[in-house]
């Protein structure tokens, strides 16, 4: 009886297994029967360009597809336009899928391999024209998996604007969006297949603004006060200052405003600064010190002072329970090889870089081995699902959408991106984000082991306070 009764239950695993795996191929299948769709979407918002909070014609395009997939459209959420929440399902499990689309200032590109502006104000150096469309495509053919399966739970897409800068989902975070969401998956363009984990870095920033007077420079210069001298004044300090806090630190700025002519002595004058560490409260720290400095600056200039803060970011809080799932996807699903014509348009990419050799076109083709990295160090990127990771379990993967070796945030970038090469790897972030909330919905363990990580890792003391306060979204913040 009991050889019968271990039998029977070997034999319902492996239908269960079975099961599974049918449903993936559909899965895949699926996505595979829209790629034409889906690559025009990301193609239509590559040109549309839009920068953080102008995303209208973006945020429109990808609202209407989850809208005709018969998704629950919330617009404008949490004080901004191009944000939204689109719903399809009822009950637990929750599960959220992030999406991005807004696009960098300054790089814009034509589809050509060679550095040629298209004559806009921004590019997709990020690629989060591909961001957006893959999400969108990943939660679409889960919604058709559940509406024909009868599954269980509620599916949401997060439509997540003006990441580059502007923090668009701490307001989201800040007003309770993922508040009831189980588990979040995302993902991002890059140069390899990975779903490996490593810090991303808390960070803030301000607009410094001085205020002097304007004079004659050579005729009455005893009577102006120089705004530009205060921004030069802190920027002295600031840089001074690096060599007393803690090395992983990374602090940028740039002058946006220093004056309008050398004959007048700037009543006016701007400075934009970053701040970033692993750790927030080093943030926090750094920061009270660079006001300082620029408290000192205006004083020592005779001139005013007040500061705008623009965006702030906590660091990535891991999850290696959802990575893993992740990981195992992105397996399944494999990597891509290039076309004769995408390995010509790659290596005239590759022949733009400044030094060193430039890595094989094959790893394309590969996904790299899963590795963690839980300890904090220098280096490396910012992102405001930052904060989602410590509202809700939350894990994403890479992509080789960008040529291997390119610079993130580059002209090179902005081509790709708007290439099959870009298209390519899209797709298999949509596969793997589907495949992985296929796996959330249908194993509760797997949910479970994430959310007690999850709660761990916060820590029983934990209260989210946004790095950026209590201010409204800056939806003017690139002017």
Known sequence: MKKITLLSMA?????????QNADKKKLISSLDAKIAVYN?????????????????????????????????MEKGVAGIPTAFVATYGSGKPVIAILAEYDALPGISQTESPFQESAGGKAGHGCGHNLFGTASVAAAIAVKDWMAQSGGKGTLKVMGCPAEEGGSGKVYMVRAGLFSDVDATLHWHPGNANSASIAPWLANKSAKFRFKGIAAH????????????DAVEAMDNMVNMMREHIPSDTRIHYVITRGGEAPNVVPA????????????????????????????????????????????GTY???????????MDKNMRLVGGFTYTTEEKAFAEKIQSTFQGGKAP????????????????????????????????????????????????????QNVAAAGNTIGQKGMMIAAKTIALSAYDLFKTPETLKAATKEFNERKGPDYKYEALLGDRKPALDYRK
């Open 40 to 72: 025009k979407i990301s193609k239509d918002i590559w040109g549309f360009a839009e920068m953080g909070y102008q995303e209208e014609k973006s945020s429109a395009l990808l609202e209407t597809q989850l809208e005709q997939a018969g998704f629950k």
């Open 268 to 311: 006016f004058a701007e400075v934009y600064y970053y701040v970033r560490n692993p750790d927030m409260q080093v943030v926090k720290e750094v920061w009270e010190r660079m006001v300082k400095a620029a408290e000192g600056a205006a004083l020592g200039t005779g001139t005013k002072m007040e500061y705008e803060v623009i965006g």
């Open 217 to 228: 420079a050579s005729a009455a210069p005893e009577k102006g006060r120089s705004a530009l």
């Open 315 to 325: 660091n990535m809080l891991a999850n290696v329970a959802l990575s893993t799932v």
């Open 11 to 19: 034999l319902g695993m492996s239908f269960t297994v079975f099961a």
């Open 360 to 411: 094989s076109l094959a790893g394309t083709s590969t996904v790299g081995p899963f590795t963690v990295e839980l300890k904090n160090s220098a280096g490396g990127a910012s992102s405001d699902v930052g904060d989602v990771s410590w509202a809700t379990p939350t894990a994403g993967v890479f992509t080789a959408t960008f040529v291997p070796g390119s610079s993130g945030h580059s002209w």
